[in-house]
């Protein structure tokens, strides 16, 4: 059932009808409660710190989604590819792009059949099929620092974040976070991987956190490396 007109066969992205709620604006049907403003894991936004990746919460906590580059392996078939992985602590489970199966050589005799429904500040989906693979292991690029990840659902696509991956020029521009220049791994033109959530925690530890002069970027040391 769409959520914006509450007829069935289709989902609110599909929708034909620009009908808003009357009571928040937001696109769903008037008739359905409304989701608390700018609400994420029963955490509520106070503010977005600019030209970072930080998100302050009103209860004092603050979150990182940082994108690092990264190996993925499958060690049953000894196949490993390069790419990125977007660590996100405020999601609860890991997910790794379609066509990640492929690249991996993974067999669909290693896939569990599962359904899996997102929740997002746009709303929550409707249960949809999905894969669940296990055994995957997520390293530096130089494979160091190996992580196993937890059961990993095979979703549609992964958004590109390959713009949030700084280059050593533009850490260099940076006061106060130019010496760390050299740390940074040469930027390459890398899809997103896998999108690894709090379920995983030893991808979520940071060793190291470094701000600029301005206190408005901030460069955090992953165990994958300095993002």
């Known amino acids: 059932i769409c959520t914006s007109c509450l007829i069935s066969g289709h989902y609110y992205r599909n929708c034909t009808s620009h009908s808003v709620c009357s009571t928040c604006s937001m696109r769903h049907h008037t008739n359905l409660g409304c989701r608390p403003d700018e609400t ?3 955490h509520r936004i106070k503010s977005v710190q600019p030209n970072t990746k930080r998100l302050r919460y009103d209860d004092g906590t603050v979150h990182y989604s940082r994108t690092c580059p990264i190996q993925l392996t499958n060690p049953n078939t000894n196949t490993t590819i390069e790419g990125l992985a977007i660590l996100d602590d405020q999601a609860c489970i890991t997910i790794k792009d379609s066509s990640v199966a492929e690249m991996l050589s993974i067999k669909p005799s290693d896939m569990t059949s599962t359904n899996l429904s997102t929740t997002t500040i746009e709303g929550t989906s409707l249960p949809g099929p999905c894969k669940l693979v296990d055994g995957l292991i997520v390293s530096a690029l130089d494979g160091s620092n190996p992580v196993h990840l937890p059961s990993t659902y095979v979703y549609k696509r992964l958004p590109s974040t390959i713009h ?14 130019n010496h760390l220049s050299k740390e940074f791994i040469p930027k390459e033109n890398w899809q997103p991987l896998v999108l690894i959530g709090r379920d995983c925690t030893a991808a979520q530890l940071q060793e190291d956190i470094t701000f600029s002069k301005d206190k408005r970027q901030i460069a955090s040391k992953t165990p994958f490396g300095w993002v």
Do not use: H, M
């Open 40 to 42: 994420i894991s029963s």
């Open 164 to 177: 949030e991956v700084s280059s050593r020029k533009t850490i260099s521009a940076i006061p106060r976070l």
